[in-house]
């Protein structure tokens, strides 16, 4: 089933999921070139720091059945701008990174009964140094392995975070992160009503090894998450946990650039971390609480026919078994997608892609629009 929710497109502006190791220090104690970072970031007033602004433009324009709330098509445009600051210093490199994300569209303008309506919201703002992050970034647990328009259920969220990463020789790192949890709240089902989630006890603890290898980034991560609802007397504390197994590899097809994405989870009582953000983490009655436990996959490949067009396709699915005690059944969804875009440049893209959604199932209280529906898109993009 395709609804807002699901049909909204969603942003591609990747970052390392991880601090990048320490990058050597030259002789003078400073790096003075920018060289190290890019031909995008310069090296203002004759500073020790290496500055890039930059961002994107986006226009999308939508068509999709069943209708989204009411309407046929869906009119979007997107304006980041970002900061991007770098220091060589002798515990490695002192970055701060800041963007500012603009959304204007339709559908959003039809909230209060007006045209389209623009949104504001800080994207990502934190301070990577010395294997630590501080800030608004991808949570640990994530890496996104999709490179079509729309966005999949895979897990993809920034977080607010504290992150610290251990840098070992070959690539291989391992991580620890607190993050903010009320940003992977689900549900809490009642025998007649949903529960509030109360106060927060913990933050979510997740930890990650891996390897940035040649050619490929593989990634295990876990998360424990508190479960606790606003009235005490259903229970106290109960514990949500999910694992994901994530690999992106760079293919000798396509001259090189041809991609693969990869990504498993597993989980109970913590249905954002499997792909159900809108979905129940648990049913609570009679002092118990019983986790929706459940999976998810997604496997996405980009070709590249020539130098200047490319393609991705995407297939996805996942299943969240809800407490039998709910009543509400099980909820599982298949999705898939494709496109064909034009690159003639460097940072900029005109291309088409179309998806299919079968989802059974939904919760209570969200539209009822049947169990399947497809979306067309085109998008021009241009970075800067």
Known sequence: ???????????????????????????????RTCDLYGNRFMNIGGGDSCVRIGGYVRADYMVAKPEMRGSVYDFQTRAVFLYDSRTATDHGTLQT?????FDTSTLRGTDNG???????RLDRAYINYAGWTFGLAK???????NWNFFGSRAADQNTL??????????GFFIAGSLEDGTFRRGDIRGRRRTHEYGGSKMPDIVAAVGQDGPGYFAKLSGAVREVRPRNPNKFDTEYGFAARASLTAELPSGGGRDRLGLAAVIGTGAASYIGFDDDIDGFAAANRFDGSDGYSGIVSLQHWWDETWWSAATVAAGQLNRSNRSGQGDRTYVESAANLVWQPYEGFYIGAEGKYVWDKNRPPGQPDFGDEGWSGLLRAYRSF
Do not use: H
């Not at 990174?97 to 994300?101: C, G, L």
């Not at 949570?139 to 392995?145: A, K, P």
């Not at 975070?161 to 070959?170: C, R």
């Open 97 to 101: 990174y800041a963007s500012v994300r």
């Open 161 to 170: 975070l504290v992150t610290y990463t251990y840098f070992l020789p070959n």
């Open 1 to 31: 089933m395709l609804t807002a929710s699901t049909a909204v497109v969603q942003g591609a502006d990747p970052q390392p999921l991880v601090p990048q190791a320490p990058l050597p220090i030259e002789p003078g104690r400073f790096v």
């Open 114 to 120: 007006g045209g389209p309506g623009t949104q504001t």
């Open 139 to 145: 949570s640990l647990f994530d890496l996104d392995v």
